[in-house]
């Protein structure tokens, strides 16, 4: 019931409904909600989602939306299957070589990776490089991990996947060999000599594999990471040279000791959706043709009292597809094509929203005319258009209108879709991908607040594509 009366009172908050330009009032006000606590990071599966996914359909009720008739459909949701983890406890703490104890902050010092198993232990520590078991290249060769926490490289060898060290890194495989192994926990890290390392980042993209509930799993900040290496002549730093310039595993057994403890609970298969509604066209004929306007609603949670608010990813794109379709549904002229709005679930465990919108598409594909996707639309001070490589036509009509208006589009592109745009794109629908340039300073950390948006960029990034609906 308490969850009915919040969802009412954001919507009943001052919402004009005659004003056609975009509102970063009305923008905002759904931005506070979505990142609000008791949305708890709107994980895909979780209760905190399906308050976010009711806040949408109450909205689309209310502007008088149509729903969609498709047998994956039912009223504006379209349902799927995700799995979900709950994380009510976490804690890490670092014992050195002197017996000194430090307990680690979450959220800053540490976070459990999304998927991560439960378990508790004081166990000692062995570094493994980046994990791999491979005959030509093993890290685990002459270690003894049976029993300890064992710290890997968050990537694989630079020189097995050349171009971003990523190839088909998987945390799940990762986890699974360390398991099989004879290791209790997983400590992954940023490897410290990338141009930019990695933060401990909420995530919930765990790669292909099995769920392993039994094995506490962490991301660990790069320094404390050092001070679980104290004593053995390798900071990190070092054995990230060495490996990358011998190109040959080097692993070793640590001095200090972890502590930790972790309670999840994993369900492998939570129930999900995507929201899909529209505003029909204007020409009788062009009507049956459809735009699609979306963005991904969930996020990556939270892990005991940490919540990650997503504000920018993607509370602002989530947002814009209300406001838009505040603006659309209430012009006098609709535009002669029909607006499709779609928010998308599951995004941040591997774009399975969209994918299983592309898979069982409600409408036939040759009667989708484009798409737009916005993911992270309002941080830094300028918008990219992504995907123009793949389409020159939609993105030279972009530019142009933004000439006539702000003037905040860039003039970098991509091709190949990203994100949630491809699947759509893999399947031969024209679209591009709306997001704000230098857009990823707070990814999926507890920083990323409605207080760093950049109202002006967010306003201009909507009122781009505003433009650019109701011009066709
Ligand atoms: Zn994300």
New binding site residues.
């Given amino acids: 019931m308490r969850k009915v009366q919040l969802v009412l009172l954001f919507l009943g908050i001052g919402f004009s409904v005659k004003a056609q330009v975009v509102s970063i009032d009305s923008l905002m006000k759904h931005v506070d909600f979505f990142t609000s606590d008791v949305l708890k990071g709107r994980m895909a599966g979780t209760q905190g989602y399906e308050m976010a996914a009711d806040y949408c359909v109450a909205y689309f009720e209310q502007l008088g939306l149509k729903k969609i008739n498709h047998s994956s459909i039912l009223n504006y949701n379209q349902s799927f299957m995700v799995e979900s983890n709950e994380i009510s406890e976490c804690s890490v703490s670092v014992i050195n070589p002197d017996g000194v104890k430090y307990s680690l902050k979450l959220g800053k010092d540490f976070v459990c990776r999304g998927f991560t198993g439960h378990g508790s232990g004081l166990v000692d520590l062995a570094f493994c490089g980046f994990g791999q078991n491979k005959e030509d290249y093993n890290d685990y060769r002459g270690v003894d991990i049976a029993g300890k926490a064992v710290i890997l490289f968050k990537s694989n060898p630079p020189f097995l996947a050349p171009d971003t060290g990523w190839g088909d890194f998987s945390i799940r495989r990762q986890v699974a060999v360390a398991k099989e192994k004879g290791a209790v926990a997983v400590i992954f890290v940023s490897r410290p000599n990338l141009t930019k390392p990695q933060k401990p980042i909420g995530s919930t993209s765990h790669g292909e594999g099995v769920h392993q509930d039994d094995m506490p799993q962490f991301q660990i900040d790069i320094p404390w990471v050092d001070s679980l290496l104290l004593g053995t002549r390798y900071p990190l730093e070092r054995l990230d040279r060495l490996t990358e310039n011998l190109k040959m595993p080097f692993s070793l057994s640590a001095k200090s000791k972890i502590e930790y403890k972790v309670s999840a609970h994993y369900n492998p298969a939570a129930e999900t959706r995507n929201l899909l509604a529209y505003v029909e066209g204007s020409d009788p004929v062009l009507k049956n043709e459809f735009v699609v306007v979306s963005a991904h609603l969930d996020?990556?949670g939270m892990q005991q009292n940490l919540i990650f608010p997503?504000a920018n990813?993607?509370a602002s794109g989530s947002s814009a597809v209300l406001e838009l379709a505040r603006l659309i549904s209430n012009r006098e002229i609709k535009p002669a094509r029909s607006i499709l709005f779609v928010l998308f679930s599951a995004?941040?465990k591997g774009i399975e929203g969209s994918t299983f919108m592309a898979q069982n598409l409600p409408l036939p594909k040759e009667k989708i005319a484009a798409i737009y996707n916005m993911d992270c639309i309002a941080f830094g001070d300028s918008i990219q258009i992504g995907n123009g490589l793949s389409n020159p036509n939609l993105w030279d009509k972009m530019k142009e209108i933004d000439e006539k208006n702000a003037s905040l589009m860039t003039n970098q592109t991509w091709a190949g879709g990203g994100s949630d745009l491809t699947p759509f794109h893999q399947i031969g629908i024209p679209g591009l991908y709306v997001v704000t340039k230098y857009s990823y300073t707070h990814?999926?950390l507890p920083t990323d607040t409605p207080q760093t948006l950049n109202a002006r960029t967010y306003k201009e990034a909507v009122n781009l594509l505003y433009q650019t609906l109701i011009t066709d």
């Fill in positions: 996020h990556v997503g990813d993607n995004e941040e990814l999926h």
